[in-house]
């Protein structure tokens, strides 16, 4: 029997798109505050982001492969130099443990909404079972992205177009127009950026499977174009629903309860994959940067970090998307600007890496 050969480029695009599919995202928590509150021309907004993931993907693709960079280290002192590498790196693990901490909140604040859990036993439920996926170390974590990536991907976009479209009323009549000023472009931007500074370490680490120009053009494209579609996809309902989801920690729990319990259920299989992948991955690219610097005992070190991840995670699932991510964000803007023009603009020579890499022959 003949076995079907995925490329690398759309191995790359799969694990691209779904870095972002976290609590923030699947919830609809984040598409509430950084699309939906500025109406119609929010739709734009989801655009500019894509095109932004598409871009900065492929560029730090081709700049990888051309510099003979293998890692985020090498990636940071290639771009920023030695002392602001290291600071930008710092600022990065940083985030990421605060990502970390927003996937207990949204563990929580699911099982409050869905269940009538108190938030801290969902949480440190949540907590627990990261730590057991830790002390397994990279192999199970890859392997569980590999298998769950394609239900999120195809479950939200599913699930968005059957909330929009079930809908009873003339849909497309009672999107909300209301806009301020260019202020939508400044938060779809800050959207992307706060999401690629968690991106750019993970496409540089995967950069060795680009081994042809067009895996890392397919890669970067089709990985920011899947999750274009799928923001829409998941926006549209938020749009009919924005007055009764407001103020909910997990919108679209209320969207999909509308609908039936089966269709709840499905949902909720889709979130609490997306709270646990991206729990996981980031606790893991912490711990994994902590041993690298001398705190040895991966189980002890995983240990401390979810325990302190669930003490942290009572700020609010709301509060860590409004306040936390915008401030990483506006970091994040510089950091696509530099990597964009290294990317597609400057031909320098190079800096502090040296490695024979060459793209192979097509």
Same mark, same amino acid.
């Given at each position: 029997m003949r076995t079907i050969k995925i490329s690398n480029g759309l191995k790359i695009a799969a694990i691209y798109a779904s870095i972002f599919l976290g609590a923030g995202f699947a919830s609809g928590q984040e598409l509430l505050q950084y699309f939906v509150g500025f109406g119609r021309i929010g739709l734009l907004g989801i655009v500019v982001s894509g095109v932004l993931f598409a871009f900065t993907g492929w560029?730090? /693709?081709?700049?990888?492969?051309?510099?003979?960079i293998k890692n985020y280290h090498q990636l940071m002192r290639h771009l920023f130099g030695v002392k602001l590498g290291s600071i930008m790196e710092g600022a990065v693990v940083a985030f990421l443990f605060c990502l970390f901490i927003a996937m207990l909140a949204g563990a929580g604040a699911t099982g409050r909404e869905?269940?009538?859990?108190?938030?801290?036993?969902?949480? @440190?439920?949540?907590?627990?079972?990261?730590?057991l996926v830790l002390c397994?170390?990279?192999?199970g974590i890859v392997k569980v992205n590999l298998i769950l990536a394609p239900f999120m991907l195809l479950g939200g976009i599913f699930?968005? /177009?059957?909330?929009?479209?079930?809908?009873? *009323?003339?849909?497309?009549?009672?999107?909300?127009?209301?806009?301020?000023?260019?202020?939508?472009?400044?938060?779809?931007?800050v959207y992307a950026s706060y999401n690629l500074v968690?991106? @750019?370490?993970?496409?540089a680490a995967m950069s060795k499977m680009a081994t042809k120009k067009k895996d890392a053009m397919l890669g970067g494209l089709l990985g920011g174009g899947v999750i274009t579609l799928l923001g829409i996809c998941m926006a549209l309902p938020l749009? /009919?629903?924005?007055?009764?989801?407001?103020?909910?920690?997990?919108?679209?729990?209320?969207i999909v309860s509308q609908h039936g319990n089966s269709?709840?259920?499905? *949902?909720m299989a889709v979130l609490i994959a997306a709270i646990m992948t991206t729990a996981a991955?980031?606790?893991?690219?912490?711990?994994e940067w902590l041993k690298a610097r001398g705190y040895s005992g991966r189980i002890k070190v995983a240990a401390v970090l979810c325990m302190v991840g669930v003490a942290a995670s009572h700020i609010g699932f709301s509060n860590i998307v409004a306040y936390v991510y915008p401030a990483f964000g506006f970091l994040g803007l510089f950091k696509i600007l530099v990597v964009l023009w290294h990317g597609f603009c400057y031909t320098g020579g190079n800096t502090n890496v040296k490695d024979d890499t060459q793209w192979s022959q097509e």
């Open positions: 560029a730090v /693709l081709r700049i990888c492969k051309r510099e003979g869905a269940f009538g859990l108190p938030f801290t036993v969902s949480s @440190v439920a949540t907590g627990g079972a990261v730590f397994f170390g990279l192999t699930i968005g /177009l059957f909330s929009f479209f079930a809908y009873t *009323y003339p849909v497309f009549s009672i999107l909300p127009g209301r806009s301020i000023g260019i202020v939508w472009l400044l938060s779809a931007m968690t991106g @750019v370490p993970i496409l749009f /009919l629903y924005h007055a009764n989801v407001i103020s909910l920690e997990i919108p679209f729990l209320y269709f709840r259920l499905f *949902y991955c980031n606790a893991f690219a912490v711990t």
